[in-house]
């Protein structure tokens, strides 16, 4: 199975913040282990919509260093509805369609960006 963290880099509390995640709950416990994260930090329902850890920006960075694929919002979307069993074929397909959109689109320009060892989103 797969660790991932995703792009979505919210500004909270004075820091960036991400999400760690996998549809296996004891490789993302291990993988958090790892991290030097505690598992009592681990947000699961009914406190949080899906299972996840919360991490600052250099968890992300170093989550990134030991194996942890970069998720998209699509992939964090897949995984979050098929942990929540929402995963429908009508998400499935619109998942798609915007997979196929941002292929032809290519990158967004709106990437978090390494400003002095932090990250920040353009604008912001």
Do not use: N
Not at 39 to 67: N, T
Not at 72 to 78: A, F, I, Y
């Amino acid at each position: 199975m797969t660790v991932y963290v995703d792009e979505a880099i919210h500004p909270w509390r004075g820091r960036l913040w991400a999400h760690l995640f996998s549809t296996d709950l004891d490789e993302l416990h291990a993988f958090a282990g790892r991290l030097g994260l505690h598992r009592g930090w681990f947000q699961s329902p009914p406190k949080a919509s899906w299972p996840h850890y919360d991490v600052i920006e250099g968890r992300r960075f170093q989550a990134l260093r030991l194996g942890a694929v970069a998720a998209d919002r699509c992939t964090t979307l897949e995984v979050a509805w098929s942990l929540q069993g929402a995963l429908t074929p009508d998400r499935i397909a619109r998942l798609a369609a915007r997979r196929a959109a941002l292929a032809v689109q290519g990158p967004p320009a709106e990437r978090p960006v390494e400003v002095a060892g932090q990250m920040a989103l353009p604008g912001f």
